[in-house]
């Protein structure tokens, strides 16, 4: 398939971003990455992508537009055929991984956005004690996932729950480092911690990952941005 067949728009930083990228480089799909700017005004070409959210990622292919990560990914995985395959084989187990998924977007996302952006102590410490509960229930969900052995979500390679949780990991990271906590460790969230080394260890993540450092740089650029945005500060609720 050329290039022009499948345009991905998106932003280097952007762990959504990111996990589209996964997807497409685990099924070896050739596609033009469009860079926009998570700093500066909405581009001209994500109103019009996608009018909706107004947000990336967006997915161009065979003239359809193809709009949020978690959409995305299971629609490369459905039109993609080709191993290996990242949604698991079994219906009990994709609505199980899918459960995950929603889980982490819609409890953990934005308690991580608050704990990076809020000005507030007492704002930013519940956002990080809420970080560090949801994640001991996903290591509740890793250590059975994980049993007999495995490294990754999806066995011996990157599966629907690695692709959506693993982009996330070096923001953690970053919370961490700019708050002296450790939200990973060996006493809350072992399996979790020895998932992140697997993760980090594969070639395709290996292969399209930023580095920290630079990621860093931008987290800093970025909090004055999300601080500044009225609309972020009232749905994140950093609005002080």
């Known amino acids: 398939m050329g290039k022009s067949e499948v345009k991905l728009l998106g932003a280097w930083p952007s762990p959504f971003m990111l996990r589209v990228r996964i997807a497409l480089h685990l099924k070896s799909i050739n596609y033009e990455f469009i860079e926009v700017d998570l700093l500066g005004p909405k581009s001209e070409l994500v109103l019009k992508s996608n009018p ?5 990622p967006v997915l161009f292919h065979d003239g359809n537009t193809i709009l949020e990560s978690q959409i995305i990914v299971q ?5 993609w055929h080709n191993a290996p395959s990242i949604l698991p084989s079994d219906a009990a187990q994709r609505a199980d991984s899918r459960f995950w998924v ?4 819609d409890k953990l996302v934005p308690a991580l956005i608050v704990a990076l952006a809020a000005k507030s102590k007492d704002k930013k410490n519940a956002a990080i004690a809420e970080l ?4 001991v229930h996903l290591e509740e969900a890793a250590s059975t996932k994980l049993s007999k052995g495995k490294a990754l979500f999806g066995g011996e390679n990157l599966g629907y729950m690695d692709i959506a949780l693993g982009p996330f990991l070096v923001w953690i990271g970053i919370i961490e480092k700019l708050n002296g906590v450790k939200l990973l460790n060996e006493t809350n969230t072992p399996s979790l911690l020895r998932w992140a080394d697997s993760f980090f260890s594969h070639a395709v993540v290996k292969t399209i990952f930023p580095e920290a450092e630079k990621l860093i740089e931008f987290a800093m650029k970025l909090i004055p941005v999300l601080r500044a945005r009225p609309e972020l500060r009232l749905l994140l609720g950093i609005s002080d």
């Not at 909706?52 to 990336?56: S, V």
């Not at 629609?75 to 039109?79: F, G």
């Not at 929603?102 to 977007?105: M, N, T």
């Open 52 to 56: 909706i959210y107004k947000k990336i």
């Open 132 to 135: 560090e509960q949801g994640l």
């Open 102 to 105: 929603a889980y982490f977007d």
């Open 75 to 79: 629609y490369i995985d459905e039109v």
